[in-house]
Each structure stands twice: as structure tokens, then as C-alpha cells.
Nanobody, 121 residues
Framework: QVQLVESGGGLVQPGGSLRLSCAAS????????MSWVRQAPGKGLEWVSDITSRGGTTYYADSVKGRFTISRDNAENTLYLQMNSLKPEDTAVYYCAKAPTPYFSPLLDYWGQGTQVTVSS
């Protein structure tokens, strides 16, 4: 069965960095686009970033553009999100999610359990 397991979250000071990982299993990882989505306390889901199946194209929400970098290692079946210059408003639970296609899709068919990122001094 499809499994997505996030890790790397934690408490970081404003201006700091974190690298999130998402270990994928149960499907051919290199065939599908992947996304990061976050949910801040008391708010709805917010899309963060997408990457195509081979990693050739990426998209970012305006709120993270220039600070976050999405990448993937298809040999290791792992998705990453490098987060730099973190701000308190980046505090959220971060989810990785699988698209049903090699390219971007508004529908995501599998989600991980999430990892908490807290940005605070």
C-alpha cells in the first residue's frame, strides 16, 4: 500500500532553516508528481510547492518563493523541502502528497501524516 512518511520538522528560530523529508513506498515514486501542503493552526490547507515526476519542473506558492526549495531523489524514493529564512507565519503541519499523474494535478490522492514545523524565538 502507498505510504508517505514525513520527517525533519521541529522548533526553529526565525531566520533559521529546516529540511523536511518524505519517504515514499508502495508505488513507483519516479512516475508521479509530488507536492508539499501545509496547515497552520486554525487555518485551512495551503499548497506550498509541486515537483514533476522527474524533478524537471517546480512551482512554489508566492509566500515561500525564494526561501523554500523542493527536490526529489527518485533512486531513494524520497521527497525533500529545504526551508530557509523561516518566518513565524511558516508555522504549520507540513504534509507531502502524491499526485495521480507525472505532472501537476489539483487532486492529490495520497497524503502523509504530517510533520510539525514551529518557527518561534
Amino acid at each position: 500500500q502507498v505510504q508517505l512518511v514525513e520527517s525533519g520538522g521541529g522548533l526553529v528560530q526565525p531566520g533559521g532553516s529546516l529540511r523536511l523529508s518524505c519517504a515514499a513506498s508502495g508505488f513507483t515514486f519516479s512516475t508521479y508528481a509530488m507536492s508539499w501542503v501545509r496547515q497552520a493552526p486554525g487555518k485551512g490547507l495551503e499548497w506550498v510547492s509541486d515537483i514533476t515526476s522527474r524533478g524537471g519542473t517546480t512551482y512554489y506558492a508566492d509566500s515561500v518563493k525564494g526561501r523554500f526549495t523542493i527536490s526529489r531523489d527518485n533512486a531513494e524514493n524520497t521527497l525533500y523541502l529545504q526551508m530557509n529564512s523561516l518566518k513565524p507565519e511558516d508555522t504549520a503541519v507540513y504534509y507531502c502528497a502524491k499526485a495521480p499523474t507525472p505532472y501537476f494535478s489539483p487532486l492529490l490522492d495520497y497524503w502523509g501524516q504530517g510533520t510539525q514545523v514551529t518557527v518561534s524565538s
